[in-house]
């Protein structure tokens, strides 16, 4: 990681880490096997192995944090389910559940909801869609929602009724972006909406949701094509620390600036399979 810019840091506001409280589930049985988004290449090997010990890093950089982290058991047969973020969407214990796009992930719907119903979650079977966390993002008040390529945009009118929270649809246009939290990342999701604060890239969005953006989120960090395109935008924060990909070294810059303390993960084999530090973490809002 780049040195710490000191000027910046002066005039930067004081973050406070808060702890949160994480679902993830081991890639044990993770592999490319098949293509439904354009990163998956099921002729270039992938390593197993390698998936697990990069999944473990981003594993004890949480409880290094001071978060706690709950397990799913992985499923033979369902490779993907190691982004657990996909797997719902919760505030206030209740669960929302996914309905996959895709024939591939759609076997993990129930099981992320039975395990929700294991401990107690309020869990809402859902009409429509959707993908989780992927697609749903928590930003103070507000629920930013994508649609384009997963989810579709009547599940938006669904979580809106079921959180009783507004609900801004925002329209994915870039197929290498094709969940919300691939191209948006919050930076301080606990905080309210006059003090919310995200990242995000242009591109990714048609020129409807990219108005929306610009104008609810004037000081938001703009992301360069260079670190969106190895998902560095796909991150997690709790307010101050924030854990992306290794690589994103300008995303890297621009947080020290704000005064925000990013960690780098290097969680380059399941980007074989189109995820990053977020799509493998699902937060539990009890």
């Not at 401990?119 to 993908?131: C, K, L, S, T, Y």
């Not at 409807?208 to 395109?229: F, G, N, Q």
Request: net charge negative.
């Amino acid at each position: 990681m780049t040195n710490i810019d000191t000027e910046a840091l002066v005039a930067s506001p004081t973050r406070t880490p808060s702890p949160r409280t994480y679902l993830m589930c081991r890639p044990e049985f993770f592999t490319v096997s098949y293509k439904i988004n354009p990163w998956m290449e099921p002729t270039k090997p992938t390593d197993t192995a390698r998936a697990l010990a990069q999944w473990q890093t981003l594993y004890d950089t949480y409880l290094r944090l001071g978060h706690t982290v709950e397990l799913v058991d992985p499923i033979p047969g369902l490779p993907d389910m190691v982004y657990s973020a996909n797997g719902g969407f919760i505030i206030d214990n209740i669960a929302y559940g996914a309905s996959f796009t895709y024939p591939e992930r759609q076997a993990e719907g129930p099981a992320y909801m039975d395990w929700f119903r294991e401990r107690n979650f309020d869990v809402r079977v859902p009409e429509n869609i959707n993908e989780g966390e992927g697609d749903f993002l928590l930003v103070g008040n507000t629920i930013l929602a994508g649609t384009g390529f997963r989810s579709e945009s009547r599940s938006h009118s669904e979580v809106a009724a079921l959180f009783g929270r507004e609900v801004v649809t925002l329209s994915l246009v870039n197929p290498s972006f094709y969940h919300l939290d691939t191209a948006v990342a919050v930076l301080d999701p606990l905080t309210g909406d006059e003090n919310a604060n995200i990242a995000y890239l242009p591109s990714a969005f048609d020129a409807k949701s990219l108005a929306i953006l610009e104008d609810r989120y004037p000081d938001a960090i703009i992301v360069s094509e260079e670190d969106a395109s190895i998902l560095g935008l796909n991150s997690i924060s709790d307010g101050y620390n924030v854990v992306i990909a290794a690589r994103a070294t300008g995303f890297e810059r621009q947080l020290r600036e704000r005064g925000y303390n990013p960690i780098g993960v290097d969680l380059s084999e399941l980007l074989l399979g189109g995820g990053g530090v977020k799509c493998c973490t699902l937060e539990l809002r009890r």
